[in-house]
C-alpha cells in the first residue's frame, strides 16, 4: 500500500532519532529515549531507536539500557557525518517503510534542520522546541471540549477531525514564553516533535535491557549523488559556552541587579566560583543585554536541575520558573518578600542582595579556611 500519512490507524510505535556526532551518542538520546518509554507505555506499542552514522553499531546497544525495544540501524561511509540531504532522505524513506506513530528529535542544532524537513516530506505535522509531552488516550473530541468554551455540538467541522483516536499532546512556549500552548496533530501520522536539550529527565541505565535489545540493519539505498553537500572539515566552536544543563550549582541574577549590573554580575560569578558553579540569569537581564543568552534559565532559555540552584534578584515569573523548580535544592534572595520565587524556593532571605550576598561570600570563605 503507498504511503499515506493521513491513514492513522496504519501507524504504531514510538521513534526517537538517535543523534550521534563523530561516534559519540549526544545526552539528548538517552533523555528522549527515557521519555519515548513513557510515551510507548500509555500507547502500549513498542519504542525504537533510529541510529544513522558509520559503523555505529557499538552505540546501538546502550539505548536498550534506557527502555528503547530496539535500534534501526543505517550504517554507510555517506553517514558518517550529518548531512540535510542524507539524514533526511534515510530517515524520511525509513518512516514510509515502518509507519511509526510518534516521532521524536533533540532539538540541537541538527535536529532543528532534520525534523522539519522531514516532517515536509512526510506531509505531516511538527511542533518545534516542545517543553513536556502527554498522550492524550481519551482523543481529540475530549481535548477540544475541556480545553475550551466553544460549542461543539452547534459548530460544523470536518468529522475527520474528531475521530477518537490517542494524540501526542506536545507542549512549547508561545508568543515570547508569555503562555504555554499544548498541540495535537490530530489527522496525520507520525507526530513529531524537538525537544529542547534538558527538558526530559533520563532514567537509570539498565543492563538487562541494554542485553536484549534487539538491533536491526534494514536495507536501504543512498548513493553520493543524493547527496549535495560535501562535509570538508568538522571544527569545533572556539567560544566558550556556560554549562547551565551539566552545572551541580547554578547562581542566577534577575532585574534586582540593575542599579549595579556590573557589580551584581561579579557577585553571582564570586559566589559561583566558590561553590564550583556557574551563572545563569532570567530572561529579563539577557533582553536588556546584560549578560549573553547562553546564561538564560527558563521556558525561552535552559530547562535545569542542578543540586543548588541561587536566585538573586529574580522575581519568579512563571516563565523563569519553569525552567529551574526541579532544581534539588532552591535558595531565593529579593528584597520583595512577596516575589513568586519564595513560593518554590527551600530556603529564601528577604533583603538587598548587594548587602546580603557579600556576607555569604564571606562565611562560604571563612568555612573554607577552617576546613
Known amino acids: ?38 510515551l510507548a507505555d500509555e500507547l502500549g506499542c513498542k519504542l525504537y531507536g533510529i541510529l544513522l552514522g558509520d559503523d555505529v553499531d557499538g552505540l546501538a546497544k546502550a539505548l536498550g539500557g ?35 506513530e510518534v516521532m521524536l528529535f533533540g532539538a540541537s542544532n541538527i535536529g532543528r534542520d532534520l525534523a522539519p524537513r522531514c516532517a515536509a516530506r512526510l506531509h505531516t505535522g511538527l511542533c518545534a522546541d516542545c517543553t513536556h509531552l502527554d498522550i492524550d488516550l481519551d482523543g ?31 507542549t512549547r512556549p508561545a508568543f515570547g514564553g508569555h503562555l504555554m500552548a499544548t498541540i495535537v496533530c490530530p489527522r496525520f501520522r507520525p507526530a513529531m516533535a524537538t525537544v529542547r536539550p ?27 549523488g543524493d547527496i549535495e553537500t560535501e562535509v570538508l572539515d ?10 547551565l544543563i551539566g552545572a551541580d550549582v547554578i547562581v542566577s541574577v534577575g532585574r534586582g541587579i540593575a542599579k549595579d549590573i556590573e557589580g551584581g554580575i561579579a557577585l553571582a560569578t564570586e559566589l559561583a566560583e566558590l561553590l564550583g558553579g556557574v551563572v545563569g540569569s532570567s530572561r529579563a537581564c539577557v533582553d536588556a543585554g546584560w549578560i549573553s543568552a547562553d546564561h538564560q534559565v527558563g521556558q525561552t532559555g535552559k530547562t535545569v536541575h542542578p543540586r543548588i540552584y541561587i536566585a538573586l534578584g529574580i522575581s519568579g515569573a512563571i516563565q523563569h520558573k519553569a525552567g529551574m523548580q526541579d532544581s534539588e535544592c532552591i535558595i531565593a534572595i529579593n528584597k520583595n518578600e512577596a516575589a513568586p520565587i519564595f513560593e518554590i524556593a527551600d530556603y529564601g532571605i528577604t533583603g538587598d542582595l548587594f548587602k546580603v550576598v557579600p556576607l555569604l561570600i564571606d562565611s562560604i570563605k571563612a568555612a573554607k579556611e577552617i576546613a
Request: charged fraction near 25%.
Open 1 to 38: 500500500m503507498a504511503y499515506d500519512s493521513s491513514q492513522i490507524d496504519a501507524f504504531k510505535d514510538v521513534w526517537v532519532f538517535c543523534e550521534q556526532r563523530q561516534g559519540k551518542m549526544m545526552p539528548t538520546t538517552f533523555e528522549l529515549v527515557s521519555e519515548g518509554r513513557k
Open 66 to 100: 534506557y527502555g528503547a525495544d530496539g535500534v534501526y540501524v543505517y550504517n554507510s561511509p555517506l553517514l558518517k557525518n550529518y548531512t540535510t540531504d542524507g539524514y533526511t532522505k534515510v530517515i524520511s524513506e525509513a518512516v514510509q517503510e515502518f509507519k511509526p
Open 140 to 170: 481529540y473530541i475530549n481535548f477540544l471540549r475541556t480545553g475550551s468554551s466553544l460549542d461543539v455540538d452547534n459548530m460544523k467541522f470536518d468529522t475527520r477531525l474528531f475521530d477518537v483516536n490517542t494524540n501526542l499532546k506536545m
Open 198 to 224: 534538558g527538558v526530559m529527565q533520563k532514567c537509570p541505565y539498565d543492563e538487562a535491557g541494554a542485553a536484549k535489545v534487539e538491533i536491526m540493519h534494514p536495507a536501504f539505498e543512498l548513493a553520493a
Open 234 to 243: 568538522i571544527v569545533k566552536a572556539a567560544k566558550k559556552m556556560v554549562d
